[in-house]
């Protein structure tokens, strides 16, 4: 080999060695954003009832609110748009629901508000003024309103406000925790928006301590299951792996164990015999993503589901272009790339009958789905 082209080549090799390590490096946790124009409620439980907090265009908004029978209300400042109603989160028993008629669901909303409210609006879940308009019919949100987008408090109000108002008029709405809400009760702050930074620094905690068991919205997250049986269709936000059939056979005990350890230090869970394997990041229930990367064929989702007297298994995680059905219809994938900002969709099951809502209000059959693997 010539001495130039010999050289050309080390300095090729030399770069791959350079650059692979630098690839393959870890995400860090992002620089506080400069200004946040718009942030909160964040409301935290005092002695003598709540305390409200928001930062509006850079300054910090503190409101206390003294207890009250039915709930604590708090109007808005920035932020949130709407007035909400603060009461102490319940803890369901189960998440072992019988079917029902209409469910709707959607995930990894990723704090992509706006398009959340659009897309709910256009299938009437709610109405123009985000009310609940969905009278008896049951809304699942598969996880993820954590990171990445700009509205994430927001999102959790609304999905918090529409709980209490589906339960009032006999429906339901069921929150179901997704990766990202334990990466960031675990102080895993790689993916959350610089704004949110900048908003726990100007209130004087960290943004894990903005969502601890003394605030509302910590302590709702704290009592939301991990998986949710309604009739034969199981939600959960990654996915069964073969080897952890047992968990949800034990669901109820599975939730509870996963409610215990949610704001436990990552280390810890990840490290403890009882809970290593509810956040390993390949196979748990909120990582596993094995439908859509080869790791499983149809005849073995086949089995699986079978095993467990499942029809079928709606997941989101793994990022689609569309609500999009895998193995002949038994998954579900419902991560329609909300996280994008540009499009989302809905998921409806109906009478047993599977459509998906696009933004535009119109409904359409699932599109059979091709592999994905982002979260
Ligand atoms: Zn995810």
Request: proline letters at 3%; one cysteine or more.
């Given at each position: 080999m010539p001495l130039r082209a010999r050289s050309a080549a080390a300095r090729l090799i030399l770069a791959g060695l350079v650059l692979v390590p630098l690839l393959a490096a870890a995400r860090e946790v992002p620089a506080p954003a400069e200004h946040v124009d718009a942030d909160g409620p964040y409301v935290f439980m005092t002695s003598k009832g709540?305390?409200?907090?928001?930062?509006?265009?850079?300054?910090?908004?503190?409101?206390?609110?003294?207890?009250?029978?039915?709930?604590?209300?708090?109007l808005p400042e920035c932020g949130y748009p709407h007035p909400l109603t603060v009461a102490a989160p319940q803890r369901a028993s189960t998440a072992q629901y019988p079917a029902t008629p209409r469910i709707v669901a959607v995930s990894d909303i990723h704090g992509q508000y706006g398009l959340l409210v659009k897309l709910l609006r256009a299938h009437h879940v709610i109405d123009d003024d985000d009310h609940w308009s969905l009278g008896t019919a049951t809304l699942v949100v598969a996880g993820d309103v954590f990171d990445r987008g700009p509205q994430v408090t927001e999102a959790f109000w609304l999905l918090y406000s529409l709980q209490q108002q589906a339960a009032a008029a006999g429906g339901a709405v069921h929150f179901v925790l997704g990766n990202?809400?334990?990466?960031?009760?675990?102080?895993?702050?790689?993916?959350?928006?610089?704004?949110?930074?900048?908003?726990?620094?100007?209130?004087g905690r960290s943004y894990p301590a903005l969502y601890s068991a003394d605030s509302v919205i910590g302590q709702w997250l704290r009592t939301r299951p991990v998986m949710l049986l309604i009739g034969d269709t199981l939600f959960l936000h990654g996915g069964i792996a073969p080897q952890n059939l047992d968990l949800v056979r034990g669901l109820d005990a599975t939730n509870t164990l996963y409610q215990a350890s949610v704001g436990l230090p990552k280390d810890q869970v990840k490290a403890a015999p009882d809970t290593a394997r509810l956040f390993d990041g390949k196979t748990s229930p909120i990582w596993f993503r094995g439908y859509f990367d080869g790791q499983m064929a149809t005849d073995q989702v086949d089995a699986l589901l079978k095993?467990?007297?499942?029809?079928?298994?709606?997941?989101?995680?793994?990022?689609?272009?569309?609500?999009?059905s895998?193995?002949?219809?038994?998954?579900?994938?419902?991560?329609?790339?909300?996280?994008?900002?540009?499009?989302?969709?809905?998921?409806?099951?109906e009478d047993g009958a599977v459509s998906r809502g696009l933004l535009d209000g119109s409904r359409v059959p699932l599109a059979e789905g091709k592999m994905g693997l982002e979260d």
């Open positions: 709540h305390q409200a907090q928001w930062v509006c265009n850079d300054h910090v908004v503190e409101r206390d609110l003294p207890a009250r029978g039915a709930g604590t209300v708090v990202h809400e334990t990466m960031v009760l675990y102080d895993d702050l790689r993916y959350v928006n610089p704004k949110y930074l900048k908003s726990a620094q100007l209130l095993d467990l007297e499942l029809k079928r298994i709606v997941v989101g995680h793994t990022s689609m272009p569309h609500v999009s895998f193995h002949g219809g038994r998954i579900i994938a419902i991560d329609s790339s909300i996280k994008n900002g540009e499009n989302g969709e809905l998921l409806f099951i």
